[in-house]
């Protein structure tokens, strides 16, 4: 009896780590319910991650192999493939290589079990070659619970209105063909005017959540006040963007406001993407040029924004078990 209530014991724990291992398993399909992110139990869900740099930029990291790393080491239970859209090399320059290393993350979080942001990282409206791009991935991948379509990086001159207008068009075509998996919906001013969105949101559509960024050495309480009203008039908020250091990627990372940051996450069940996977010389970079392009990076490979934005997901993870 001893024998069999031990080896009954090893496999429950075996499949809880399981579980734990591969977050699209044990949460499913996600849906929107008031503010909250909500998983196929209808328990209140948390996902945690990195993005990647702009992959016109950085496309050496965008491959199966380190979305692996980044699930099985740093635990990320959620990464975002930031397709560069403008740049030269981006997906107006070149559409058909852009969207091959989009899709080589895209299949590596289906591989590894996480969930995944199809980030159109942009600064402007670019809409006909948008809805070209999200009907394609839909089509491709909207059968899997695993995909998150972010619209709109980060609105920069355009209005509200403006930014409504074309995340409307998109929610339609995409619902057109995936009717259920998450979309998040950006807000102008580089994702700052997350109140103006609280006073005119999108209708008529499910599992549509909001984007605000945050740079804890730029952007500390007055947009933490912004947020906090759009969560009392029913505004579900994801943090698709966020570092420790100031708005330019530059400069010493605040700590006691990165801090701030993480617990009113923590306290309002706020999902955290950090950017980001790149080897730029500047502090948000989280890794170095020495770093192996498919991960198993040590921490002489790390700088110190990837070194602390590991320790902060593993322990995430630890809390999350």
């Known amino acids: 009896m001893k024998k069999n209530l031990f080896v009954t014991l090893l496999i429950t724990a075996l499949f809880s780590m399981n579980l734990m291992a ?10 929107v319910k008031g503010t909250q992110l909500i998983d196929q139990n209808g328990k ?3 996902l945690n991650g990195v993005s990647y740099g702009w992959h016109n ?13 980044l699930a099985t080491d740093w635990k990320c239970s959620v990464v975002r493939a930031a397709m560069g859209v403008e740049p030269k090399g981006g997906y107006i320059d070149s559409p058909q290589s852009s969207k091959e290393k989009i899709e080589a993350v895209i299949q590596g979080a289906i591989a590894s079990d996480i969930y995944v942001l199809i980030d159109w990282h942009s600064h402007s409206i670019k809409l006909p070659e948008a809805k070209a791009f999200f009907a394609e991935m839909a089509t ?33 075509t995409i619902r057109a063909i995936d009717p259920d998996n998450i979309i998040l919906v ?8 997350i109140n ?48 420790g250091m100031e708005a330019s990627g530059n400069g010493p990372i605040n700590y006691s406001e990165w801090q701030k940051w993480i617990d009113w996450c ?18 948000c970079a989280m890794v170095k040029p020495s770093a192996s392009s498919l991960g198993n990076w040590k921490d002489e490979d790390m700088k110190e ?13 630890e809390k999350d078990k």
């Open 186 to 193: 950006g807000s102008p001013h580089w994702d700052q005017d």
């Open 57 to 69: 930029w950085w496309p050496r990291f965008y491959n199966k192999e380190s979305v692996k790393w």
């Open 266 to 283: 923590s306290a309002n069940n706020i999902s955290l993407i950090s950017w980001s996977i790149s080897d730029k010389n500047e502090t």
């Open 140 to 172: 491709k991948y909207g059968k899997n619970p695993h995909i998150i379509y972010e619209l709109f990086n980060e609105p920069v001159k355009d209005s509200w209105q403006q930014v409504k207008e074309y995340s409307v068009e998109l929610i339609k």
């Open 22 to 31: 591969q977050p699209v398993k044990k949460h499913g399909n996600l849906s």
């Open 305 to 317: 924004s990837g070194i602390k934005t590991r320790e902060l997901l593993r322990k995430q993870a």
């Open 196 to 243: 103006l969105v609280a006073d005119d949101p999108i209708q008529g559509f499910s599992n549509i959540m909001y984007t605000c960024h945050f740079y804890a050495a730029t952007h500390g309480q007055s947009l933490r006040d912004r947020c906090d009203y759009a969560l009392k008039k029913g505004i579900p908020i994801f943090i698709s963007e966020s570092a």
């Open 44 to 46: 209140i869900t948390v």
